[in-house]
């Protein structure tokens, strides 16, 4: 293998690692377009006049004015559908009530969910610079405890070779001695 080929494990580590990135950026632009949700009420702007309308709509009509036999008969036809219109009013009174409750807190739920999407995305933005960092630091862990290992290592080998030294030293010391016990044994 040359300096430029990439061990096959290695290219597969950064293969896949391009996958994951490509489609981590891909999840953040989607949670960003679901960020920007609209509420409904900057939607329909028309939503709040019809509200509106109808919360003035609601209210009881009034009876009816004029002189005169006309008059007097719708009074009379107004007075005898009281019952029916009170009861009318006080369902549309509970109707609109209702449903402005409703609106309030359908507007209310969307904003939290607005605010739930952004904080989301805030959050997955932030993810891969803390994978980032932590990869650096182990890295520069591992980068810190392999030299540790190196230098015990080189610290064994001196120790080592010191003692092959010795050895050697003292393999020439014998083999002088056996020399000159030769040398007395052939003299004498």
């Known amino acids: 293998m040359s300096g430029d080929e990439a061990h096959p494990a290695l290219e597969e580590l950064e293969a ?17 377009a679901l960020a920007a949700l609209a509420l409904p009420a900057e939607r329909t702007p028309e939503a709040q006049q019809r509200l509106a309308a ?5 209210s009881p009509p009034l009876p009816p004015a004029g002189k005169g036999l006309g008059a007097a008969l719708r009074r009379c036809i107004f007075a005898a559908s009281a019952p029916a219109r009170e ?4 369902f549309n009174s509970a109707l609109v ?21 952004s904080a989301l995305v805030r ?9 980032d960092a932590r990869a650096r630091l182990a890295a520069a862990l591992a980068t810190t ?17 010191r003692r092959v030294d010795a ?3 003292l393999g020439e010391r014998l083999d002088g001695l056996a020399a000159e016990l030769a040398a007395r044994r052939a003299s004498g």
């Open 16 to 32: 896949r690692l391009a996958e994951e990135e490509r489609a981590y950026g891909e999840l953040l632009a989607r949670l960003d």
């Open 54 to 58: 109808l919360n003035e709509l609601w």
């Open 87 to 90: 009861r009318q009013t006080a």
């Open 97 to 117: 009530q209702l449903l402005n409750l409703r609106l309030q807190e359908t507007d209310r739920l969307h904003e939290q969910l607005r605010a739930l999407s």
């Open 123 to 131: 959050y997955a933005q932030r993810v891969q610079p803390l994978v």
């Open 145 to 161: 405890r392999s030299e540790l290992v190196l230098d015990a290592f080189s610290r064994q080998l001196e120790s080592h070779a």
């Open 167 to 169: 050895l050697a030293a």
